[in-house]
């Protein structure tokens, strides 16, 4: 059968890479569409990179007509939450009006089946875990709130222009490509274990550990770990699930599986063969102590059920692919990982 392209933008970002790859063993052409502003050239390895922001529609419109994808995954968005309080018009402009202008450039060639990119940001602090996608959406930084807006922008376009949407809630991906082909290179890096990483390493002196007072078994806040590569198997799902004909629907993708900062600290410890150096540092403002998914409507309506549980497993993945600050800084200009 002819294979078939999907347009990926964001497809030089972590997931967005991962999926890429999964997208071309599932047999489909993937069609990175990235400006590069925190993506790899060297991450796009399965398919066509088009260098192009989701904000400039004639580029859009240059790519969709090239390669004719039968669907969109949205993955480019920026995504730091300390940053999106400090400066909301770039989260606003990017991830809101980038969107919008994406799906006018999809109206304008009559393609409407679109996998977007949400998170459990947009539930804010609920008040129990596990969560249901029937929780109330209140998202607590604009970060949070782009993504919840984007949803309600796709229901519209829905009603409105007969748009198919999967809007996927990932709680924390982790992990990286088993093949070490790829990984979490990100720079600024935030998420824990990426920074744990860079403790273990002395790039930085010390993880610092955002509160031990939460009211939970270890003190420590308990997120959801769902590995990287069982998130990009659910958006090639999510595609196919549209393409037959599928309700449009907002999904969790979690494990379902409770994890604490000290049981990762632990895990990276395992992995590593190394001591974590780490501190104590007050409470990062708007971290709920607990989050964490019921999964089982992805399961009802994708079939999707994350196949990866054991969270040393997904750290070694992560460890097996980890890059120090000054790799990472030649990454940018392609002097690492040739082809
Ligand atoms: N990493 C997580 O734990 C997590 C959790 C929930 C949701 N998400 C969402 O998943 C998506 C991917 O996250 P990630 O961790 O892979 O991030 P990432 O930064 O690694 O990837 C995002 C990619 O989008 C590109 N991009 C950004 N703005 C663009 C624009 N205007 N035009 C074209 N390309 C643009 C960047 O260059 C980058 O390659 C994001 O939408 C994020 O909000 C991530
Ligand atoms: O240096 C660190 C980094 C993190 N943490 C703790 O580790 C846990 C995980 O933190 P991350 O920053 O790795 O991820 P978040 O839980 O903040 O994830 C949130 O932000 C992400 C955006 O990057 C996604 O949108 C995700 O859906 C959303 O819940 C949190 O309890 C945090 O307090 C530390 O103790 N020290």
Known sequence: MERRHVLVTGGAGYIGSHACKALAKANYIPVAFDNLALGHEKAVRWGPLVVGDIGDG???????????????????????????????????????????????????????????????????????????????????????????????????????YGFQYAALRYFNACGSDPDGE????????????????????????????????????????????????????????AVQYLLKGGKNCRLNLGTGQPTSVMEIIRAVERVTGRPLPRRLAPRRPGDPAVLFADPARAREVLGFTAEIKDITYMVQTAWNTYIDGQDLAQLHIGEVFQD
């Open 58 to 160: 004639d580029s859009l419109d240059r790519a969709l007509a090239v390669y004719r994808p039968i669907a969109v995954i949205h993955f480019a968005a920026f995504a730091y939450v300390g940053e999106s309080v400090r400066d909301p018009g770039k989260y606003y402009t990017n991830n809101v009006s980038g969107t919008l202008s994406l799906l006018e450039a999809m109206r304008r060639t009559d393609l409407r089946t679109m996998v977007f990119s949400s998170t459990c940001a947009t539930y804010g602090e609920p008040k129990t875990s596990p969560i249901r996608e029937a929780e109330p959406q209140a998202p607590v930084n604009p970060y949070g709130r782009t993504k919840w807006m984007i949803e309600q922008i796709l229901e519209d376009y829905a009603s409105a």
């Open 182 to 237: 790829i990984g979490e290179w990100h720079d600024p890096e935030f998420h824990l274990i990426p920074r744990a990483f860079m403790a273990v390493t002395g790039q930085i002196p010390h993880l610092e550990v955002f509160g031990d007072d939460y009211d939970t078994p270890d003190g420590t806040c308990i997120r959801d770990y769902i590995h990287v590569n069982d998130l990009a198997r659910a958006h090639i799902q």
